[in-house]
């Protein structure tokens, strides 16, 4: 996509609905390759064939197709400056950490955040919040917080966005950062 922003929640869906071997091109997706100077073919293109088709859950694909037709409008971005106002508004309001351990520690985090890991965020379904909760998920840079967003919209959760640029957006416009 332009940004990487829906090319990482197809690509979330994409694993969940069977395929196996699906990415997300980084470094800014379609608009940095662009920017790079890579070449870009004009107009449409070709129809595609079908390579290693999964053979998904009609369920599971359905739930999967209501999830993405539901997104938010923005597709589920709050900014550093949203999240700064929501947070002094309201205290209810549930962040969710998916770094690692080490990266916390090195980092800090953003006070009263859950700590979930990526790599074990189903496994720790238990620790999830409230499927009501207002939820905002973060990472260092964005992607997998997305993810996170992503798989739990998955699971009927609503009211969930992740934030922009993640912690390190966080840090870079001046806000607190909690270590202990």
Known sequence: CGSGWRATIAMTALGALGWTD??????????????????????????PEAL??????PALAATISDMLANLPEGWGVLT??????????????????VRRSE????????????FIPLEEFISMKGE???????IVTYCAAGHRGLIA????????????????GGFGAW???GNPVATD
Do not use: C, H, Q
Not at 103 to 114: L, R, S, T
Not at 128 to 134: E, K, L, M, V
Not at 149 to 164: E, F
């Open 52 to 57: 290693n088709a999964a053979e998904p859950d």
């Open 22 to 47: 699906v990415r997300s091109l980084v470094g800014g997706s379609f608009g940095g390759w662009v920017e790079a100077g890579y070449p870009v073919a004009e107009g449409m293109p070709p129809e």
């Open 80 to 97: 550093v400056e949203d999240l700064t106002s929501e947070l002094a508004e309201n205290p209810d309001l549930v962040l969710v950490d």
């Open 149 to 164: 967003m992503t798989i739990l919209r998955s699971y009927g959760y609503t009211n969930v966005r992740n934030l922009k």
């Open 171 to 173: 840090v870079d416009a």
């Open 128 to 134: 999830w919040p409230a499927s009501d909760a207002n």
């Open 103 to 114: 990266e916390v520690e090195e980092n800090g985090y953003i006070e009263g955040a859950v």
